[in-house]
């Protein structure tokens, strides 16, 4: 189905409803980095006033992630199958609820679900609404300048988030809560008459059932075993066990995908490489910037006593960099094509990270850390908005909610792993001496994790450009064609009339 918006997005024209929809969206996003980055401040606020052990407070965190990345997979599909305006809007209102709930409850365990119950409907709202605008805005310029703004909301909301949690934990930790829930309303109000109607996909045969119970146990298991790997032990059998128990599910899903005839995933789009290179840029992008907020957050507050607030302020260069570039990336990854943006922004951020290392127990800031901030904010500038093109261009339709869940997967799934084996680092280094330096010197070889993380992100994505050198491209004027690999033209339902078209010669 045409959506009433692609005519004028597809001449170059936004109408004022094109934009409202793109803010709905942008404001969803907004909000899923919002809520991550403010509950981190307010859990000493929350223990105190619950009565909460450490291990329980780690749940509050570890509730959002476990929902949030155990179900984006079947959070995508859905989106392709029971139609991406309807999926939005109820994971949506579902969003507020839980942010209602969250803010009122007296209780660990019902402040633990009502996480949990966020994180789930993260799962629908962010696989949704990038399948939105990949439909909406045909591919090309007008996509690329779409998601750049959409994919800034996300580092603009983590960015706020630090510097509103620090103001709001001061007056109470429930307003962390509680500050969602209005904003996801308007939102849902806005789209309700904004967003345009998507019918079902009714070619599909079936839903793959098996497929959905068992990739979501799989990668709810996944990020279980992770977050609770540094507290139980890597070795410790129960987590060697789940490690066996995840592959073990993995290659029954795989399997089954294989067989479905309406696949949850289909295999197949991996065959391609700019596709398996987005997805691992995501995982190696997201996994070493968790990685390093977090430990730099206790660097700041532990060793050099600086506040919520002082701390959320230093990191906010990063975050207004990222906002400042929004409406420019998209003309840029025109110009110069994804592939040499990722290992542009790949290797800013592995200079970033090294640059960090030179920190001790009395840094200047403006020498010492606002040069990494700086170079990692430009980092996110160029990687995140272009790992979220690559993976949807030349996607069809009625596959975009399933590649999005998948990038999203990546992302959620990178950023256990890595923070998980940056945790247990830290941890092994560290010395019965507690002094500031013996604490700081077991973070250095975190820190060191993290910047080869980045510095295998680059090499990754390094080998685009071999690919890119050799396959010249060539770009054509069509007429809602678009040309194959043997030099002929097939009719393409997603190429709007007199568009540029980009084809491999």
């Not at 500038?381 to 993976?391: G, M, T, Y």
């Not at 069509?478 to 540029?500: C, F, I, L, M, N």
């Amino acid at each position: 189905m045409t959506s009433p918006l692609t005519t004028p997005a597809s001449q170059g024209r936004w109408t004022p409803r094109l934009w409202g929809t793109l803010l709905v969206l942008c404001a969803a996003m907004f909000l899923d980095a919002l809520d991550v980055s403010m509950v981190g401040v307010a859990l000493p606020s929350i223990g105190s006033e619950l009565d909460l052990s450490t291990s329980t407070l780690q749940w509050i965190v570890s509730g959002y992630i476990l929902g949030y990345g155990g179900l984006l997979l079947l959070g995508g599909r859905a989106a392709d199958l029971l139609g991406r305006r309807q999926v939005f809007l109820v994971a949506l209102g579902v969003f507020a609820l839980a942010s209602l709930l969250g803010g009122l409850v007296d209780s660990g365990p019902l402040l633990i679900a009502s996480r949990f119950i966020k994180g789930l409907s993260a799962a629908f709202t962010a696989p949704a609404g990038l399948s939105i605008i990949t439909t909406t805005f045909p591919q090309g310029p007008l996509r690329n300048r779409a998601l750049s703004i959409y994919t800034t909301c996300a580092a603009t909301g983590f960015s706020m988030g630090l510097v509103l949690s620090g103001l709001l934990t001061e007056a109470s930790w429930r307003l962390t809560m509680l500050l969602p829930a209005p904003i996801a309303v308007a939102a849902l109000l806005a789209g309700l008459k904004l967003i345009p109607r998507s019918e079902r996909d009714r070619t599909h045969r079936g839903y793959d059932i098996p497929g959905a119970v068992i990739g979501t146990a799989s990668m709810l298991l996944l990020v279980f075993t992770v977050v609770q790997a540094p507290e139980v032990g890597w070795t410790s059998a129960r987590t060697l066990l789940s490690f066996l128990a995840v592959a073990v599910l993995l290659t029954v899903f795989v399997r089954v995908e294989l067989r479905s005839a309406s696949p949850l995933i289909r295999l197949g789009v991996l065959r391609s490489g700019d596709q398996v290179r987005a997805q691992l840029g995501a995982m190696m992008f997201f996994g070493s910037y968790v990685g390093f907020q977090f430990l730099v957050t206790l660097y700041m507050q532990s060793l050099l006593g600086w506040s919520a607030l002082h701390t959320a302020l230093a990191f906010l260069p990063a975050g207004a960099l990222v906002a400042l570039s929004a409406t420019k990336m998209g003309a840029i990854v025109d110009r110069f094509g994804t592939p040499r943006l990722l290992v542009l922004g790949f290797a800013l951020m592995v200079v970033g990270y090294a640059l960090f290392l030179r920190v001790d127990l009395d840094p200047v800031y403006a020498a010492v850390i606002l040069p990494s901030m700086l170079l990692i904010g430009a980092a996110c500038a160029l990687v995140f908005p272009s790992l979220n093109i690559q993976a949807t261009n030349g996607v069809d339709d009625h596959e975009q909610g399933m590649v999005s869940g998948l990038l999203n997967t990546s992302v959620q799934v990178g950023g256990a792993i890595f923070l998980a084996i940056v945790t247990a680092v830290v941890a092994a280094n560290a010395s019965g001496d507690s002094s500031p330096q013996a604490v700081l010197d077991s973070y250095r070889p975190g820190l060191v994790v993290v910047t080869v993380v980045a510095l295998a992100g680059l090499l990754i994505t390094a080998t685009g450009l071999r690919r890119g050198r050799r396959t010249p491209q060539t770009t054509v004027l069509v007429a809602k064609s678009e040309y194959t690999g043997d030099g002929s033209a097939q009719v393409s339902s997603h190429a709007p009339e007199g568009e540029r078209v980009t084809v491999r010669d």
